[in-house]
């Protein structure tokens, strides 16, 4: 890969820059614009990371930080851990950002809004410039989202370095949500669901959860990052799937805040909700523009490896944004081939059956195609019950094994969705595999959003969308 900038990348990059750099400077003569001002800074994020991957490159492979390419015949050796680059070009521009979104709040909290003059009372010298107008607890949850997003981008960058084993880091992204859910339980508090209209007689219209609410939103912040982490180990798959679901994501968001969509008879009307996705959008956009610039360079032939850092970041994002936007239930609804990954990867994460260390595809360096890639249980025998039911998965067409005359499964393809996906289809080019996986995980988020917001209706009265009863 270049170290350099060509000639007209140097041109694209830099107007971009300037262009956002402009929209940000003309923000400040209105209310402070932080939604045009996020879409701007998703620009500079994105320019700012473009250039820095590149630069970065050799430096990353002098230090070490480098891979091999082991699904390419003469396996390049590229840069590795660039997610982290994305990582901390992305917090500063959260970090930059924060006046934007109270930048009215700010200049109403001041002594009137910069006037020198104004006369302060002398019980305001004790209390304050009108403070108490200022939305604190708005910023304590923003504050709160950077820092559990900082928590886990330590994580991934103690993985990279150190290869830390699964079972040892599986739970410490729910120490990274701990800030974010403190300010949750002091600003909001709730921990009540709505109950399904057909256990409504058993359980009443709500259902209070208590401290296993807080639970369950620990284990949100657990399985994002860990779900982008293993359905991961081709080309392009760990950023394009990020991009993807943040991009349903921001769809999701702009059903509650563009004019019109919550109320078509009165399109100045803004759902009760808009704050809360407005706060996903500002989180979100700035992602965008980060993983647009390191997935030009890790799409098939990637040039970069994005390294464990990218997924822990990239889930924590959607986790952050999830909780403190109150709609981690949406997000679960996108997340279905994580879901099922995770599931399907289960008897190997648990050691029920063996597991070799990296369950990549195995490339095939005479055909130049991916195939499933094995483990081996020859070794050590699969126990009666566990050999059954590996058997009952064969048979069902969930796994490729290899069977003696005893009827013994000697081998199996490893468990996750991208070795079924090849023995579904048969071996493919690299490319070809993303491209299958990433049109499921499109497909199967336009489906999620659908059962959010039309089929929830067949057990809710109300999608809070539209807040408009089942007729």
Same mark, same amino acid.
């Given at each position: 890969?270049?170290t350099?900038l060509s000639?007209?990348?140097?041109?694209? =990059?830099? !107007?971009?820059?300037a %262009?956002?750099?402009?929209i940000?400077?003309?923000?400040?003569h @209105?209310d *402070?614009?932080? &939604?045009?001002a996020?879409?701007a800074?998703?620009?500079?994020?994105?320019?700012?990371?473009?250039?820095l991957?590149?630069w970065?490159?050799d430096?990353?492979i002098?230090a070490?930080?480098k891979?091999?390419d082991?699904?390419?015949?003469n396996?390049?050796?590229i840069p590795e851990?660039m997610g982290a680059?994305c990582?901390?070009?992305?917090l500063?521009i959260v970090i930059?950002?924060i006046p934007?979104?109270?930048?009215?709040?700010?200049?109403?909290?001041t002594s009137?809004g910069?006037?020198?003059?104004?006369?302060?009372?002398?019980?305001q010298?004790?209390?304050?410039?009108?403070?108490?107008?200022f939305?604190?607890?708005? =910023?304590? !949850?923003?504050l709160? %989202?950077?820092?559990?997003?900082?928590s886990v981008v330590?994580? @991934?960058? *103690?993985?990279? &370095?150190?290869?830390i084993?699964?079972?040892?880091?599986?739970?410490?992204?729910a120490?990274?949500?701990i800030?974010m859910?403190?300010?949750?339980?002091?600003?909001?508090?709730?921990?009540?669901i709505?109950?399904?209209t057909?256990?409504r007689p058993?359980f009443?219209?709500?259902l209070?959860?208590?401290?296993?609410?807080?639970?369950?939103?620990?284990?949100i912040?657990?399985f994002?990052?860990?779900?982008?982490?293993i359905?991961?180990g081709?080309n392009?798959l760990e950023?394009?799937?990020?991009?993807?679901?943040?991009?349903?994501l921001?769809?999701?968001?702009?059903?509650y805040?563009l004019?019109g969509t919550?109320?078509?008879?009165n399109?100045t009307t803004q759902?009760p909700?808009?704050?809360?996705?407005?706060?996903s959008?500002?989180?979100?956009l700035?992602?965008?523009?980060?993983?647009?610039?390191?997935?030009?360079?890790?799409?098939y032939p990637a040039?970069v490896?994005?390294?464990?850092t990218?997924?822990?970041?990239?889930?924590?994002?959607?986790?952050?944004?999830s909780?403190?936007?109150?709609f981690?239930?949406?997000?679960?609804?996108?997340?279905?081939?994580?879901?099922v990954?995770?599931?399907?990867?289960?008897?190997?994460?648990?050691?029920?059956?063996?597991?070799?260390?990296h369950?990549l595809?195995r490339?095939n360096?005479r055909?130049?195609l991916l195939e499933?890639s094995?483990?081996?249980f020859?070794q050590k025998?699969?126990?009666?019950?566990?050999?059954?039911?590996?058997?009952l998965m064969?048979?069902?067409?969930?796994?490729?094994?290899?069977?003696d005359?005893e009827?013994?499964?000697l081998?199996?393809?490893?468990?996750?969705i991208?070795?079924?996906?090849?023995?579904?289809?048969?071996?493919?080019?690299?490319?070809r595999l993303?491209?299958?996986?990433?049109g499921?995980q499109?497909?199967?988020?336009?489906?999620g959003?659908?059962?959010?917001?039309?089929?929830?209706l067949?057990?809710?009265?109300?999608?809070?969308?539209?807040?408009?009863?089942?007729?």
């Amino acid at each position: 890969m270049s170290t350099s900038l060509s000639r007209t990348e140097t041109l694209s =990059l830099f !107007s971009l820059f300037a %262009a956002c750099v402009g929209i940000l400077a003309n923000t400040f003569h @209105g209310d *402070g614009e932080p &939604l045009i001002a996020s879409i701007a800074f998703s620009g500079i994020a994105f320019s700012s990371t473009y250039a820095l991957i590149r630069w970065l490159g050799d430096v990353f492979i002098r230090a070490g930080l480098k891979g091999k390419d082991m699904s390419k015949k003469n396996a390049p050796v590229i840069p590795e851990t660039m997610g982290a680059v994305c990582a901390v070009v992305y917090l500063l521009i959260v970090i930059v950002f924060i006046p934007f979104p109270f930048y009215k709040d700010i200049v109403v909290a001041t002594s009137g809004g910069g006037n020198r003059d104004f006369i302060v009372e002398a019980h305001q010298v004790e209390t304050g410039r009108y403070l108490h107008r200022f939305p604190h607890s708005k =910023l304590a !949850s923003y504050l709160s %989202a950077i820092l559990s997003l900082q928590s886990v981008v330590i994580l @991934g960058l *103690g993985d990279d &370095l150190f290869d830390i084993r699964w079972r040892h880091k599986v739970l410490i992204p729910a120490f990274a949500s701990i800030p974010m859910l403190i300010v949750y339980f002091v600003d909001f508090g709730v921990t009540q669901i709505v109950v399904p209209t057909f256990l409504r007689p058993y359980f009443g219209e709500l259902l209070d959860l208590g401290w296993l609410y807080y639970a369950y939103l620990a284990s949100i912040s657990i399985f994002c990052p860990n779900s982008i982490n293993i359905l991961a180990g081709i080309n392009g798959l760990e950023v394009s799937q990020s991009l993807i679901i943040a991009f349903l994501l921001i769809l999701n968001d702009l059903l509650y805040i563009l004019p019109g969509t919550f109320s078509p008879s009165n399109a100045t009307t803004q759902h009760p909700a808009a704050d809360s996705h407005f706060f996903s959008l500002y989180y979100l956009l700035p992602f965008l523009g980060v993983s647009l610039a390191l997935w030009t360079h890790n799409w098939y032939p990637a040039r970069v490896f994005v390294g464990d850092t990218y997924c822990y970041f990239a889930g924590m994002v959607f986790a952050v944004v999830s909780i403190q936007g109150h709609f981690s239930k949406t997000l679960l609804l996108l997340l279905g081939p994580q879901i099922v990954n995770f599931v399907y990867s289960l008897p190997q994460l648990f050691h029920i059956v063996p597991c070799p260390r990296h369950r990549l595809p195995r490339f095939n360096a005479r055909t130049g195609l991916l195939e499933p890639s094995v483990a081996d249980f020859r070794q050590k025998p699969l126990r009666p019950g566990v050999n059954a039911v590996v058997k009952l998965m064969g048979r069902l067409g969930l796994l490729k094994i290899d069977e003696d005359e005893e009827g013994k499964v000697l081998e199996s393809n490893n468990f996750t969705i991208i070795n079924l996906w090849l023995v579904w289809f048969g071996p493919m080019r690299e490319d070809r595999l993303a491209l299958g996986l990433l049109g499921t995980q499109l497909v199967c988020g336009l489906f999620g959003l659908w059962v959010r917001h039309s089929l929830a209706l067949l057990v809710f009265t109300a999608d809070n969308w539209s807040l408009n009863s089942k007729v």
